[in-house]
């Protein structure tokens, strides 16, 4: 039997004052699965993807993520484990304005290293899928909030990472962009690609994710697959 993707176990996160942003929190998520995180503010939703992404290291517990235990790691060796295995997708997008949509999509295969002829088919090959081929040499300070979102989706993408994370992704898009994110999200899962994502869009869990938890003061208070 496969293990799951990720592996949180007895996971605390203790900051010097107040109560615990996340407390004795164990979660599994299979490949393939599109989990939804819901909660109130300062539940616990964002602190659990940073412990994801290797970004915040629990006070306690365990995390394992695509068979690599990251709670224990270096600095450099997180860095590498988010190259190489984890694509982020954030609310206001992190592009950067300097560079084109096409340069901003490479910029991951080269940190890791691609070679060039490679990246650039790789890179083409998103913006196709993405619709948005057309923008390959625009700056995204004139792209629209979703055109935008989908270059952070392609960017997100580029080095086939095992997992997904998605922070609030349609957080700053309008009704019809939110739309589009929506469908490109469940898109992406039918591939077989799996996806975490944290928000507030009881809509967008809806609509997108195969199984939804709901954090309350750092603890999941409940856990439910989609109905198919």
């Keep these: 039997m496969t293990a799951p993707i990720i592996q949180i176990r007895d996971v605390s996160k203790k900051y010097d004052v107040g109560r615990p942003a ?3 929190l164990n979660l599994e998520v299979n490949a393939g699965e599109a989990l939804a995180v819901l909660g109130p503010s300062g539940s616990g ?3 659990l993807l940073n412990m994801i992404a290797g970004l915040d290291k629990p006070t306690e517990g365990t995390v394992t993520v695509d068979g690599v235990r990251i709670d224990d790691r270096t600095e450099a060796e997180l860095a590498r484990y988010r190259r190489e ?3 982020m997708v954030f609310q206001f997008f992190n592009l950067l304005d300097d560079l084109t949509v096409e340069d901003n999509v490479l910029l991951p295969a080269q940190l890791a290293g691609m070679g060039r002829g490679e990246s650039r088919q790789r890179a083409t090959e998103l913006l196709q899928y993405l619709g948005i081929a057309r923008h390959t040499r625009a700056f995204p300070g004139r792209l629209s909030g979703g055109e935008r979102q989908r270059v952070a989706v392609a960017r997100a993408m580029m080095n086939r990472p095992a997992l997904l994370l998605a922070d609030e992704p349609t957080g ?3 009704r019809r ?3 589009d994110v929506r469908e490109l999200l469940i898109e992406l899962n039918e591939k077989s690609q799996t ?3 944290v928000t507030h869009d009881t809509e967008l869990a809806e609509y997108c994710a195969t199984r939804t938890i709901e954090l309350v003061d750092g603890k999941i208070v409940r856990d439910v697959q989609a109905a198919v």
């Design 85 to 87: 295995r984890i694509g």
């Design 172 to 174: 700053a898009l309008d």
């Design 22 to 24: 996340l407390a004795g």
């Design 177 to 179: 962009s939110a739309a």
């Design 45 to 47: 939703k964002s602190t």
């Design 195 to 197: 996806i975490v994502l």
